[in-house]
């Protein structure tokens, strides 16, 4: 699925959730083992309990490569799960001089063919490149994230008077389109992201920390809504870990409506 693609089934859905399968074992409901088995059955699960209300599935591949061999073939068998009907992101961070990032756009468009992935712009175009050449893939930049440490970086001042996230957005944006290139802004930065929505005003943008991590649906679709809504929301520990009883399917398909019925308002 591409980035046209993906705004038409937001908008056909009325939903612009992304639901983040950062599975950790450690907190799955209770009956579950520690297993490729078990750990795949839940993703799965979780896939089907969230596929009316959900556009898109955020693998965070660092969940799967703590487990080593056993996690690189849940992540597998999880892709594989995620229907063409929905958007795929593999949220590796990846970022490395031209010839280690060819090979990552390999593992992520190929060997693990998801439709985007996400990289860390530090080391400039050439580390970037490699990603944009896929041209029927999308490739999502760390912009202005959510954690306490953007600010040692990502929001310095430059000479002019720009902040260095502002630096990052305009610069890489003209690398690519936005029919190819997706930026991460976190929630909790919804202060910047009228801003953000001045500087690259129809990019899509992937916005994490709603919800565990502070952030609303409201202050997000407010401050970021572009023409083609432009925004995909994650949304994480909310709905796969929303309980750990019997009731856990339950639980999360509700978190994802719920979810899907905020954003729904959003619409005009």
């Given at each position: 699925m591409n980035i046209k693609q993906l705004a038409a089934t937001i908008y056909q859905?009325?939903?612009f959730l992304c639901v983040g399968l950062d599975t950790d074992p450690d907190k799955l409901p209770a009956g579950f083992a520690n297993t490729a088995q078990d750990?795949?059955?839940?993703?799965?699960?979780?896939?089907?309990a969230t596929l009316d209300h959900a556009v898109a599935y955020?693998?965070?591949?660092?969940?799967?490569?703590?487990?080593?061999i056993k996690g690189w073939q849940i992540m597998e068998e999880t892709l594989a799960a995620i229907p063409d009907t929905h958007f795929s992101i593999a949220d590796a961070k990846r970022g490395d001089i031209g010839n280690t990032a060819a090979q990552y756009a390999?593992?992520?468009f190929e060997t693990y063919p998801f439709d985007s992935v996400t990289v860390?712009?530090?080391m400039g175009k050439d580390s970037i490149q490699p990603f944009l050449d896929y041209t029927d893939k999308t490739t999502i930049v760390l912009g202005l994230t959510s954690n306490k440490g953007a600010d040692d970086f990502e929001r310095l001042q430059l000479t002019g008077g720009q902040q260095l996230y502002e630096k990052v957005l305009t610069t890489v944006?003209?690398?690519?389109?936005?029919?190819?290139?997706?930026?991460?802004?976190?929630?909790?930065q919804a202060a910047a992201l009228q801003n953000i929505r001045k500087l690259i005003p129809e990019h899509f943008l992937l916005v994490p920390g709603v919800g565990a991590q502070g952030g609303t649906v409201e202050e997000v679709a407010a401050?970021?809504?572009a023409p083609n809504c432009g925004l995909l929301i994650?949304?994480?520990?909310?709905?796969?870990y929303a309980s750990k009883e019997d009731d856990y399917l339950q639980a999360a398909r509700l978190a994802a409506k719920g979810y899907q019925e905020q954003m729904a308002s959003a619409f005009k």
């Open positions: 859905k009325r939903s750990i795949i059955r839940f993703n799965k699960e979780m896939i089907e955020k693998i965070n591949t660092a969940f799967y490569e703590a487990m080593g390999r593992t992520f860390a712009p530090y944006a003209g690398w690519g389109s936005p029919d190819n290139l997706m930026f991460v802004v976190g929630a909790t401050a970021g809504w994650n949304v994480s520990r909310g709905v796969i």
